[in-house]
């Protein structure tokens, strides 16, 4: 069955009506490996605005969800706990990749044998975007980036090629759901340029295709996370943490898996999440302060904090800003200062009062206590097996 879903692609999403029916147009190879086995029946997917995405299946590892979703940006962070989700429950996974046969490698491991489908592309050329496309029924993009490049400015990654991407999907006919992945805080007026350019980008998408879904999450936790990893870094290095301002800027970190499963909750609905935008946030709120008392509570070491004001932090992260298009080479990726990230934490980014979220998909996201930061451990003077582990202070039944 697997193999006719394949084939069947976006050209005929119809339940098939029979197995016999079947054999008159795919050879006897394509619909004889069980696939008029009861367990997996019709794979039918609904199109925009009606029906379920999933209908059928056992559910698992090796059912077919009927979903082939083409996932750009799997090789960051968020990519590898998605692209888990769905091929966790049986979907089809294209995945686009840029860079060399390795990055996409430690996908591969996710789904059954064939699912899991890495294909080199050119995010300029529009011709290998669509052929990583032609065969999907989902799209889901996560192409972002916190810091700009000689080759690529923020305009370039977090809209136009949503743009490119949302304007192929339609093109394709066949894309039953579309999810972009923006970012909290993302307004045509934030003074940080990742937020502007991801706003941009949702109304670029949504221009295009009306129906598709908007994620927001806040800035996320886990174990790859450039979030955590990069204080305690800076903090084993310099001895220090710089608190911007005062560090009362107010953020909502939220755990990467939580994102994830939003993600593949939002495919599992009935459409009611299509042309929604939701709002991604964690459980509490935090001060950038209050979150580093937490990274330096797990790390085990004894907070040392420079209150350093806005202006000095914009003067020291200036200078990459300056020479990144002037000097022939590449410009090493910047750390804490992040010009962007500097200007992003001059006011709170946290949930608002009316947006949909978590609770709107069904998922009660997890505390960033325990396990979601558990990671941090590896940071500890004595090695991650000094003392007791986070986990084991903490009571399950705090659990959500
Ligand atoms: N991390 C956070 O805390 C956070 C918070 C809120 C929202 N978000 C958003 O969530 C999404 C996923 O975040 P993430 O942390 O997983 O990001 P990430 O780790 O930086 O991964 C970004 C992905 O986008 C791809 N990409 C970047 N620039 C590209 C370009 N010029 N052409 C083609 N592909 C490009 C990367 O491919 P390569 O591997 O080839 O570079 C990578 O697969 C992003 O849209 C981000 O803006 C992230």
Known sequence: MQAITRRLGHQSLQPATSISSLKSVYPLSDYYNGADHRRFGTTSIATPGTGHLVRKGTGGRSSVSGIIATVFGTTGFLGRYVVQQLAKMGSQVLVPFRGCEDDPRHLKLMGDLGQIVPMKFNPRDDNTIKATMAKANVVINLIGREYETRNYSFEDVNHFMAERIAGIAKEHGGIMRFIQISCLGASSSSPSRVFSTKAAAEEAVLRELPWATIMRPAAMIGTEDRLLNKWAQFVKKFNFFPLF????????????????????????????????????????????????????????????????????????????????????????????????????????????????????????????????????????????????????????????
């Open 245 to 400: 301002g005062d560090g009362s800027t107010r953020i909502q970190p939220v755990y990467v898996v939580d994102v994830a499963a939003a993600v593949t909750a939002a495919l599992k609905d009935d459409g009611t999440s299509m042309g929604k935008i939701y709002e991604l946030g964690g459980p509490d709120i935090f001060t950038v302060h209050e979150l580093a008392e937490l990274m330096y509570d797990t790390i085990r070491e004894y907070p040392h904090y420079v209150k350093v004001p806005f202006p000095v932090a914009k003067a020291v992260a200036m200078p990459r800003e300056i020479l990144l298009k002037k000097v022939p080479f590449p410009l090493p990726r910047p750390g804490l200062f992040n010009l962007d990230e500097i200007n992003a934490y001059t006011s709170d980014t946290i949930v608002s009062d009316n947006a949909l979220t978590f609770q709107d998909l069904g998922i009660v996201p997890h505390k960033l206590k325990g396990y979601p930061t558990e990671y941090l451990i590896w940071y500890r003077k004595g090695g991650p097996k000094f003392g007791s582990t986070v986990s084991e202070r903490i009571n399950p039944e705090a659990w959500p």
